[in-house]
Structures are given as C-alpha cells and as structure tokens.
C-alpha cells in the first residue's frame, strides 16, 4: 500500500471510512493533521511509533508499531476524539461502519449498506467483487487481506 511504512506485521491497525471521498485539497490538509498527530500520540507518557494517513481519498489509516510501546485505552481514546474533531473540521463522517468501499470502473466506491443490498441483489456487483475489509488489526492483515472478494468478506453477511 502507498506510503504505509515498513512497520513490523504485528503492528496494530484502525481503518476508517469516509462517508465521501476527499478533495485533493482536504486529503493533503487532513494528511498535515494526521502525521501531527501521529508524531505526538503517546500512550502512558511513552512516545508510540505511529503512522496516520488518508488512502485513495476514502480512508483514514492509523498504525501503531507496538514493539516499543503499546496503545493503551487512554491513547485509543485520543485517536478517537482527533479524529471526530477531524470531522467537524472536514464536514464528514468517519464512524459509520455501514458506509462500504468497493473496486469498480478502476477505483473504489461507496455505498451505504442499503445501496450495496441493492447493488448486490441488481447483479452490479457479486461474490467476486472486489471489497476493502476495513475490520483489518494488523498490518500483516492489512497487506493480505484489505482488499478481497466480497463473498470471502464479513460484507457477505449484509447482503
């Protein structure tokens, strides 16, 4: 994947999805925000090896290289509420965990969970369509299993 670094395959992972795509604008301006971020994320006064970015305008990534220092629940607290200030700032919505990424026409879309019922049921897309599986922990699953076929996903259960 673009940009991710070389972090060990243990290293845990959040992916969220926005309910838009991002302008090339706000996706280098939230890019800014978030590698502040991650160069000032602590947990337990410890300093975490974290990396954050916008990928393919739809997705914030967030890793921690736990070698050194763990995230703990205070830290996970922290990257939640810098991501819902994130939100407002941005006018999008991170958390809705219906909002489904898919490959087609040569790039990702979206669609609510309704629409991808639909778009299931229609024949537009299948159980070889092509699904980013954001409920990747580890950046050895992110390498292997983020993009897979949707009736080898957990979005097999929603249509």
């Given at each position: 994947?673009?940009?991710?670094?070389?972090?060990?395959?243990?290293?845990?992972?959040?992916?969220?999805?926005?309910?838009?795509?991002?302008?090339?604008?706000?996706?280098?301006?939230?890019?800014?925000?978030?590698?502040?971020?991650?160069?000032?994320?602590?947990?337990?006064?410890?300093?975490?090896?974290?990396?954050?970015?916008?990928?393919?305008?739809?997705?914030?990534?967030?890793?921690?290289?736990?070698s050194?220092?763990?995230?703990?629940?205070?830290?996970?607290?922290?990257?939640?509420?810098?991501?819902?200030?994130m939100?407002?700032?941005?006018?999008?919505?991170?958390?809705d965990?219906?909002?489904?990424?898919?490959?087609?026409?040569?790039?990702?879309?979206?669609?609510?969970?309704?629409?991808?019922?639909?778009?299931?049921?229609?024949?537009?897309?299948?159980?070889?369509?092509?699904?980013?599986?954001?409920?990747?922990?580890?950046?050895?699953?992110?390498?292997?299993?983020?993009?897979?076929?949707?009736?080898?996903?957990?979005?097999?259960?929603?249509?």
């Amino acid at each position: 994947m673009v940009g991710v670094p070389d972090f060990s395959e243990q290293s845990r992972v959040w992916i969220y999805t926005a309910n838009r795509r991002l302008s090339e604008a706000e996706r280098d301006n939230m890019n800014a925000l978030l590698k502040s971020f991650a160069q000032r994320w602590v947990s337990h006064n410890r300093s975490l090896k974290a990396h954050a970015q916008v990928i393919e305008d739809l997705f914030v990534l967030l890793m921690v290289d736990e070698s050194q220092a763990g995230a703990s629940g205070c830290s996970i607290d922290a990257s939640v509420h810098f991501l819902k200030e994130m939100q407002e700032q941005f006018d999008i919505d991170l958390f809705d965990r219906m909002n489904f990424s898919f490959v087609s026409d040569g790039g990702f879309q979206l669609a609510g969970r309704n629409d991808f019922l639909r778009l299931y049921q229609s024949g537009e897309i299948d159980d070889k369509t092509i699904v980013a599986n954001t409920l990747v922990k580890t950046k050895g699953e992110l390498d292997a299993k983020f993009l897979i076929p949707l009736g080898e996903s957990w979005h097999r259960r929603m249509v």
